[in-house]
């Protein structure tokens, strides 16, 4: 999976304080592919799209902050069976949509690092349009919502210094601990009239670490992370392993 993003972000009011009101708008465009593995057979979903996001930031003189996130993404996707060796379905449409709120505050420990208990509920829907495979079998989707909470906290560790030609370099690496829990009951997709429903764990565990190295004043800056997500339970057969890697230049 790979992504283009790119926004702006404005400051819309700062108070005598310090606090501080942001607001951004951003596009993106990404591809990703799955492999499928299953009993029944195998398969793979290539999927491209493209979408546009807002949001709404304040961020207080006293470290708290609240972030406010909304996205929305179209995208297109071809469904193909390796069991079968050949195409299920050719560019499906489908829409995405995702709204979450953040508050947190950071409290410094000093030598640059800081704790920051945080919170965040995300609400996400996914849809696509119903289509028939090639044995003219009916897919449709009937739910693909998801309502899921986090609490947890990050410690942080944040460097500053002035390199040989004047400019500012930064650095920031970090880890945290999350507790999720999704309230909603997973996704059904109804094929022939048979309702098939997917919905992992309610309760997982999630430990993550990663990183920003910025210069040239924070005008350009690589970053990476590493995730673990596991279930309270079975944790065997409900767990996820994800990174990110990626680049970024400002304006």
Known sequence: ?????????????????????????????????AD???????????SAGYGLGTSLTWYGNNGVYVDGQLQTMWFD?????????????????????????EAGKGYALGNGLSLTPQMQVTYSRVDFDTFR???DSEVSL?????LRGRIGVSLDKETTWSAKDGTTRRSHIYSHLDLHNEFLNGSKVQVSGVEFATRDERQSVGLGAGGTYEWQNGRYAV????????????VSDNYAVGGTIGARVSW
């Open 1 to 33: 999976m790979w992504k283009l993003q790119t926004g702006i972000d404005v400051p819309l009011y700062q108070s005598q304080n310090g606090s501080l009101l942001t607001g951004g708008v951003n596009f993106t465009y990404g591809k990703a592919k």
């Open 36 to 46: 499928i593995h299953s009993f029944f057979g195998d398969g793979r979903i290539n």
């Open 77 to 101: 996707s071809d469904l193909s069976s390796r069991t079968e060796g050949h195409a299920v379905a050719s560019g499906n449409n489908g829409r995405g949509y995702t709204s979450a709120i």
């Open 133 to 135: 495979d090639p044995f």
């Open 142 to 146: 009937q739910e693909g919502d998801s």
């Open 223 to 234: 970053y990476g992370n590493v995730n673990l997500l596991g279930a309270t339970r079975n």
